[in-house]
């Protein structure tokens, strides 16, 4: 069974950082690209970054572009996401997602996520 | 804004079939696979549909997925209560190189 374990949100200042992780079991991490997506309270779906199997290739979205920076450790199953330079408007809970198998990378199974919480 | 656009409800009753619309460009959809989730209140997104039409093992065959042009559909057939659930549709769009999600529709069984 696919299981991803998000943790590391919490209450930040403004303009602080936060290391998300994601730690994945029950089928074989190295092999599959990984997403991360947020949710603001109440609000839709928003796609932040993914990075290929290897953690060669990464891409993010405009609006996180420059502050968040996505990675992986293989041999620990673990996705990691260093969010820098926090705004109100980051406020969400952060999903990790696997790739729907290790030839289709659009984003398939979640994790539970973690809330992330940017206020003075 | 999203780039994808939804309805932002829908509704049914029980034995109905619906359908929830999905527009998209052709930089997204018109290009690309479309994706399909549920989402019940305070839980994860699950994934419903991929590469626009397959459902993954475990999804009743009661959804189905359909697209044409730059527009993709979900259908369920025979609803029930507990497909009362918020949907989103998604697709990788090659001009904003990332994934871009539909804004969401509120599915509610009457």
């Known amino acids: 069974e696919v299981q991803l374990v998000e943790s590391g949100g919490g209450l930040v200042q403004p303009g602080g950082s936060l290391r998300l992780s994601c730690v994945a079991s029950?089928?074989?991490?190295?092999?599959?690209?990984m997403h991360w997506v947020r949710q603001a309270p109440g609000r839709g779906l928003v796609w932040v970054s993914r990075?290929?199997?290897?953690?060669?290739?990464?891409t993010y979205a405009d609006s996180v572009k420059g502050r968040f920076t996505i990675s992986r450790d293989n041999a620990k199953n673990t996705l990691y996401l260093q969010v820098n330079g926090l705004r109100a408007e980051d406020t969400a809970v952060y999903f990790c997602?696997?790739?729907?198998?290790?030839?289709?990378?659009?984003?398939?199974?979640w994790g539970q996520g973690t809330l992330v919480t940017v206020s003075s | 804004q999203s780039v994808l656009t939804q309805p932002p409800s829908a509704s049914g009753t029980p034995g109905q079939w619906v359908t929830i619309s999905c527009s998209g460009s052709?930089?997204?959809?018109?290009?690309?696979?479309v994706y399909w989730y549920q989402q019940c209140p305070g839980t994860a997104p699950r994934l419903l549909i991929y590469?626009?039409?397959q459902r993954p093992s475990g999804v009743p065959d009661r959804f189905s997925g359909s697209k044409s042009g730059t527009s993709a559909s979900l259908a369920i057939s025979g609803l029930r209560s507990e497909d009362e659930s918020d949907y989103f549709c998604?697709?990788?769009?090659?001009?904003?190189?990332?994934?871009?999600f539909g804004g969401g529709t509120k599915l509610t069984v009457l």
């Open positions: 990075i290929n199997s290897d953690g060669s290739t990464t």
């Open positions: 029950g089928f074989t991490f190295r092999s599959y690209w």
């Open positions: 998604a697709a990788w769009d090659d001009s904003l190189s990332g994934v871009v």
């Open positions: 590469s626009s039409n």
């Open positions: 052709s930089s997204n959809i018109g290009s690309n696979s």
């Open positions: 997602a696997r790739a729907v198998d290790t030839s289709i990378r659009g984003v398939g199974y």
